[in-house]
């Protein structure tokens, strides 16, 4: 037995899909010295506003720095409050401490692992200083937007939504990206567009696309690609308005975005036959699989998050990870939530009791190897696993 483990390649719990045509792209960059932000990055841009269906997408080198970036243009400062879900990676809350204000953070809908839409109704009846709100769009499935953008209106908050996850993402008929005020994606290695590095932000709103044009540059009025163009300014006059930051995104970046940009549905269709054939396989399992709570939109099914039935298993989540390891399946948890992690606890004085949901959820869930790189015999690898150890553990 442990020989054939020894014989097993690992399955990696995520991988980028990068073919030929992106390869070639950065070549092309690397060949034509222009390295940083200009004609790929423009392009990549333009190609990203009209997927989406959006006036403006602007390309930084990370979601963390687009969600920054949408913050500062909506006039957040210090004292000011922000609602967001506690289901979330660290950067979603990070950001608003940028400015010295202080995320207001919510639980989450027991069944999709979105922000509860009461919860967030009942936190805005009853907290005064909130100014945006930031919905994550879990695993790749929207948020319940109606409602949310409903109390926003009421209350007056901007809308500036986390599509880390949500690429592609619609919601009744509507993409994810027209909905909010601004909405960023992320392009880590590990998303479901990779460039290694990057985001986009998109919106529809002129003010905004300026003012994160202008600050994701130094506060530079004009950024490095027109400087060097004609106009009836000299090339080298550039005027500096406000102490911007450095978040634009590379051509070599861009050059793989491009090319992956032409792929997220294919990729996306791929992510969703997986995702079926998990389903499929383990109904009768002791398990809660995710599924795509409104069957018309679009889930982007960056993650597969199962959710173990604790009750009917002799094992807890963190063994069944140790036998998947021993199998050789990476996975991982998404996420922990962040009113467990020590910062935000300890800053907030959060406890595990004011997010029932959220912290009873964390005990249950396991992410699952799900990505385009994975061939059937994979999939029918981590399927067998899952069965085996499940059948296994149940009591
Ligand atoms: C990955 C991720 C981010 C951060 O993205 P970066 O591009 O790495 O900055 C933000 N929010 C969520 C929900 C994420 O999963």
Not at 221 to 246: A, E
Not at 256 to 265: C, R
Not at 328 to 350: A, C, E, M, R
Not at 356 to 377: G, H, N, Q, W
Request: aromatic share 8%.
């Amino acid at each position: 037995m442990i020989q054939q483990l020894d014989e097993l390649t690992a399955l990696p719990f995520a991988l980028p899909d990068i073919g030929d045509a992106e390869i070639a792209e950065v070549v092309d960059t690397l060949q034509s010295g222009w390295l940083t932000t200009g004609p790929k990055t423009r392009k990549f841009e333009q190609d990203f506003a009209d997927r989406i269906g959006v006036k403006h997408a602007l390309a930084v080198n990370s979601a963390t720095a687009g969600l920054h970036l949408s913050l500062e243009a909506c006039g957040i400062k210090r004292g000011d409050k922000v609602l967001t879900t506690t289901m979330t990676f660290t950067a979603t809350a990070e950001v608003i401490r940028y400015f010295g204000a202080d995320p207001v953070f919510v639980d989450i809908d027991p069944a999709t692992f979105n922000m509860d839409v009461a919860a967030v109704r009942a936190i805005l009846e009853n907290t005064t200083g909130i100014k945006a709100i930031m919905p994550v769009h879990f695993a790749g499935e929207a948020c319940d937007m109606d409602p949310l953008l409903k109390l926003a209106d009421q209350h007056g908050l901007k809308v500036i939504e986390d599509a880390a996850h949500a690429l592609p993402t619609t919601y009744k008929g509507r993409m994810i990206g027209t909905l909010g005020d601004a909405t960023v994606y992320s392009f880590y290695v590990t998303k479901t567009l990779a460039t290694g590095e990057g985001g986009m932000v998109v919106t529809n709103d002129d003010e905004m696309a300026a003012r994160i044009k202008i600050m994701r540059l130094h506060g530079i009025s004009k950024d490095v690609f027109d400087r060097y163009q004609l106009s009836d300014k000299p090339t080298w006059h550039y005027d500096v308005v406000n102490p911007g930051f450095k978040y634009n995104m590379t051509d070599i970046a861009a050059s793989i975005g491009l090319h992956q940009l032409q792929k997220i549905d294919r990729f996306a269709s791929r992510r969703e036959q997986i995702a079926n054939a998990y389903g499929e396989a383990f109904k009768d399992l002791p398990v809660r699989c995710p599924k795509n709570s409104r069957p018309d939109d679009q889930h982007a099914w960056h993650l597969y998050v199962l959710r173990l039935d604790l009750e009917k298993l002799s094992i807890d989540r963190n063994r069944f990870i140790e036998l998947m390891n021993e199998r050789k399946i990476g996975t991982s948890v998404h996420f922990i939530p962040l009113h467990l992690q020590s910062y935000w606890s300890n800053k907030y004085d959060l406890k595990p009791q004011d997010f029932p949901v959220a912290s009873k959820t964390f005990e249950c869930i396991v992410s699952l190897p799900i990505y385009t790189k994975m061939r059937d015999d994979d999939v029918a690898r981590v399927i067998d696993a899952v069965k085996t150890i499940l059948k296994d553990a149940t009591i």
